[in-house]
């Protein structure tokens, strides 16, 4: 009998031995929590799509802060979630210096000053018509003025610098947006506040769930003229290393689960901090699996997100985070 000279088995013997040789681990250091704050008081409203996820007003986010404090996750992603009032066509409420993401952060910094707070930077959950910048019509034909968009995303950049916010996360897909925020921070005295660009940023079925959570849906049409095209690769690429140039710190790819394929792209040729997003579809998906008793929840959250760091991110903003840290230590 002829035997395998090289047998791979042998380094997966055991769990200590597997553990010794694991090329990738994940820790709490890995994970970005997203958190959406809404106007109002002693609001915890779950997300209906997103179990387990809340909308959490100013006097209520201190129950989700001080435990993503106390499980280690070192960031968190601010989304704000103005009243339907307070919404207009130009997005005003975005770079109001009392608005409720700037409220958020100036609480949050105050509450919690070692937790890093990213605010992302949009206008579609302050916008009536609920896109991602400047709406006009061109012979009976709506379209987003990309380059008046830019001038409200600046001040939507500096009102959250001005804030607290230690990392602008500009996720609107307008041309030269990195460019122009890097400028206006520059100009408005921030030149140490990094950018986390959304550089590759499809559009997308997996949006859905967060569309509710933030109420962002697009009242007309879509985003598909700003957002990427799902059957483009290369385009990522061009995407990002413009990114790159126009000074861009972190570099984001959304979704992840369907997109590991650019992940690994982007990850080879650029050297600068790369961030998935796990999105609410893909979390509700599980989440929804788990609750019909088809999957195992855990099994299946936690061999994701290695897969996502496995493919080349450094970071992953995801709602599964807590849950994940608990599982990660041992617990439940």
């Known amino acids: 009998m002829t035997y395998p000279i090289t047998r791979?088995?042998?380094?997966?013997?055991?769990?200590?031995?597997?553990?010794?040789?694991?090329?990738?681990?994940?820790?709490?250091?890995?994970?970005i929590a997203p958190i959406f704050i809404t106007q109002g008081e002693g609001i915890r409203q779950e997300?209906?799509?997103?179990?387990?996820?809340?909308?959490?007003s100013l006097d209520m986010m201190d129950q989700e802060l001080s435990e993503i404090v106390a499980l280690g996750i070192k960031a968190v992603l601010v989304f704000g979630?103005?009243?339907?009032?307070?919404?207009?066509?130009l997005g005003t409420y975005a770079y109001d210096e009392h608005?409720?993401?700037?409220e958020a952060i100036r609480r949050i910094k105050a509450g919690y000053p070692q937790l890093i707070v990213v605010a992302d930077t949009c206008l579609c959950e302050f916008t009536d018509h609920g896109h991602c910048?400047?709406?006009?019509?061109?012979?009976?034909?709506?379209?987003?003025?990309?380059?008046?968009?830019l001038k409200l995303l600046v001040q939507t950049a500096v009102s959250q610098a001005e804030a607290g916010a230690d990392i602008i996360a500009p996720s609107n897909m307008m041309d030269g947006f990195v460019a122009a925020i890097r400028q206006g921070l520059d100009e408005a005295g921030y030149r140490d506040i990094p950018i986390m660009s959304y550089s590759v940023k499809y559009s997308s079925a997996y949006y859905g769930?967060?569309?509710?959570?933030?109420?962002?849906?697009?009242?007309?049409?879509?985003?598909?003229?700003?957002?990427?095209?799902?059957?483009?690769?290369?385009?990522?690429?061009?995407?990002?290393?413009?990114?790159?140039?126009?000074?861009?710190d972190f570099l984001m790819v959304k979704p992840g689960l369907a997109y590991l394929d650019i992940v690994r792209m982007i990850r080879d040729r650029f050297d600068l901090p790369l961030v998935v997003y796990n999105v609410s579809a893909e979390y509700s998906m599980v989440k929804a699996a788990a609750m019909?008793?088809?999957?195992?929840?855990?099994?299946?959250?936690?061999?994701?997100?290695?897969?996502?760091?496995?493919?080349?991110?450094?970071?992953?903003?995801?709602y599964h985070a807590k849950d994940a840290v608990r599982w990660l230590r041992g617990e439940g």
């Open 8 to 31: 791979h088995r042998r380094l997966r013997s055991t769990a200590a031995m597997r553990s010794l040789v694991r090329e990738t681990v994940l820790g709490a250091d890995d994970f």
């Open 99 to 102: 608005g409720i993401v700037q």
């Open 81 to 89: 979630v103005p009243h339907p009032n307070e919404k207009d066509a």
């Open 292 to 318: 019909q008793g088809w999957i195992d929840e855990k099994a299946i959250v936690l061999e994701t997100l290695i897969g996502m760091k496995r493919a080349g991110a450094d970071l992953i903003i995801t």
């Open 133 to 149: 910048g400047v709406v006009h019509e061109y012979e009976g034909v709506a379209y987003v003025d990309n380059d008046e968009s």
């Open 47 to 56: 997300i209906s799509s997103m179990p387990g996820v809340y909308n959490w």
């Open 209 to 248: 769930p967060f569309r509710e959570a933030a109420q962002s849906a697009p009242q007309f049409g879509d985003r598909k003229s700003y957002q990427m095209d799902a059957a483009n690769a290369r385009e990522a690429l061009r995407e990002t290393q413009t990114d790159v140039q126009e000074g861009a």
